[in-house]
């Protein structure tokens, strides 16, 4: 066991505890990826005890008492509680020693008590949503040459109709709830749409490329968007998209003029109002030196944060000239270690991949620990007239809308047979492919999953095999 057993666990304020009935779910308070773990019976039968009140040692003897073991079995038990335990505290910034509980432990004991007849562990798909995304706009200030997104025009719904559903959300538990799409402040209405949200306790991540001005970003800090002194699952961040200090580079990628100094007056007017926000670049040929100017320049001005990602295939943007060079690529990653030593307090995340794409079959042993594919098993896309879709970057057309939230509601568009039947697809969807006669087809789908977007974008479809299966044969287009 990794801790002393004196020591007082407490779920940290980073996470949150849901009952499903069918099950427990601990999950943390981000969006940025969906990080949950389904708790095994024996841990959700004694998560109200890591409050902070009680010793390793205190719950071990709980659960002695609960499953009444004999004295002669302790010892063998204690070792098998000992891995349950050190299972759920290598969840990141799970278990903490010391600062506030989980706002999830305030509830009364009894809504932690689950269904245990009927409890489902391990579970691939979710009774509920864990979190969802909803693009209110399709509709952005700036025209990106990398753009991944389809920005198909659609029709948007009212703040009214929003708050609807909003409500359900809520009632749901389901607090994790970002901005997909293109931008918010495209939108008149983008700052009543984010205090409603507020009101409800969501968690969310803006990201624009607008102006904002000083007075606007004094009203998202008033809500307590894209500040820190707030408690931590309330964390909202702001991130600003910035491919360049050289203006012309910089308006060029994002085809708007006089984009640069539109960025530095928002970092300007974000940091005046208290919010620190992050800084977002898109590495392609035309800017892969861009890194040392952003990092030195938006500091100075108060930024902490910095996020730089390489260039990838989309299926609806797509243009190779913007693919980083092998050249640029070494030089990427000579940067990440020399900028990383050299401002050793800011948090700098820096995709380096040196590969050229092609072939990119997993081991059996990779394919079977590669992640679990999230649509529709833990989350979904609202578009902004209210249809569902189960990835960001897969089309908005008949062919992949699984529901209407207006018409059926978030629990019925997430229940109905449609979005089953396309989560789950008929193996005669797959024929001439690698999945057609693999004898892992059926759980490959109920498990894990594939990729829609890495096998649209590869292949133009979404019934084959992704290129990471190790029975894929095809060729992908270039990736990187």
């Excluded at 050190?86 to 932690?112: M, Q, R, T, W």
């Excluded at 008590?113 to 949503?129: E, S």
């Excluded at 997993?362 to 992640?371: A, T």
């Amino acid at each position: 066991m990794i801790y002393s057993l004196n020591d007082r666990p407490r779920i940290s304020e980073l996470w949150r505890l849901r009952n499903d009935k069918q099950n427990i779910i601990a999950y943390k308070s981000t969006v940025e990826k969906d990080v949950f773990k389904v708790l095994s019976p024996v841990m959700a039968s004694v998560i109200p005890l890591f409050d902070g009140t009680n010793t390793w040692l205190d719950i071990k003897n709980v659960l002695f008492e609960i499953y009444n073991v004999p004295d002669d079995l302790q010892e063998l038990w204690s070792r098998r509680f000992d891995e349950m335990f050190d299972d759920v505290a290598a969840l990141e910034g799970f278990i903490s020693l010391e600062g506030n509980n989980s706002p999830s432990l305030s509830k009364n004991y009894e809504y932690f008590i689950p269904d245990i007849a009927g409890y489902h562990y391990p579970a691939w798909r979710l009774k509920r949503p864990l979190s969802v995304k909803i693009a209110f706009t399709n509709r952005c200030v700036c025209d990106c040459i990398y753009c991944y997104a389809e920005r198909k025009k659609c029709e948007e719904a009212d703040v009214n109709q929003w708050k609807k559903i909003f409500d359900e959300l809520y009632e749901n538990e389901i607090f994790l709830v970002d901005l997909g799409g293109s931008d918010i402040f495209s939108r008149a209405d983008g700052l009543d749409i984010l205090k409603e949200m507020v009101a409800r306790d969501f968690t969310f991540f803006v990201s624009t490329k607008k102006q904002i001005s000083l007075s606007e970003a004094c009203q998202l800090a008033e809500m307590g968007i894209g500040r820190f002194d707030i408690p931590q699952y309330l964390i909202r961040p702001v991130q600003i998209s910035i491919d360049s200090t050289d203006e012309e580079i910089a308006s060029y990628l994002v085809s708007r003029k006089g984009y640069f100094q539109q960025a530095v007056e928002s970092a300007k007017n974000f940091v005046k109002a208290g919010i620190i926000p992050r800084i977002k670049c898109v590495l392609t040929a035309y800017n892969a030196d861009a890194i040392d100017g952003i990092v030195r320049y938006f500091s100075d001005l108060g930024v902490k944060e910095f996020t730089f990602v390489q260039y990838s295939r989309s299926h609806f943007h797509h243009n190779d000239r913007l693919f980083l060079s092998s050249e640029q690529k070494k030089r990427i990653s000579e940067t990440a270690n020399r900028i990383k030593a050299d401002f050793p307090n800011l948090v700098i995340n820096i995709q380096e991949n040196t590969s050229a794409g092609g072939p990119r079959n997993l081991s059996w042993e990779g394919w079977h620990n590669r992640s679990v594919c999230s649509g529709g098993r833990s989350n979904f896309i609202i578009q902004p007239n209210g249809e569902v879709t189960l990835c960001e970057q897969s089309p908005h057309n008949a062919d992949f809308v699984v529901g209407n939230v207006f018409q059926e509601g978030i629990l019925g568009v997430w229940n109905s047979d449609k979005l089953l039947n396309f989560l789950y697809p008929d193996r005669s969807k797959f024929q001439r492919t690698a999945c057609y006669d693999c004898p892992e087809y059926e759980t490959c789908h109920q498990e894990k999953g594939y990729c829609y977007r890495d096998v649209y974008s590869s292949y133009g479809t979404i019934y084959d095999a992704q290129p990471e299966c190790p029975r894929q044969s095809k060729t992908p287009a270039r990736e990187i």
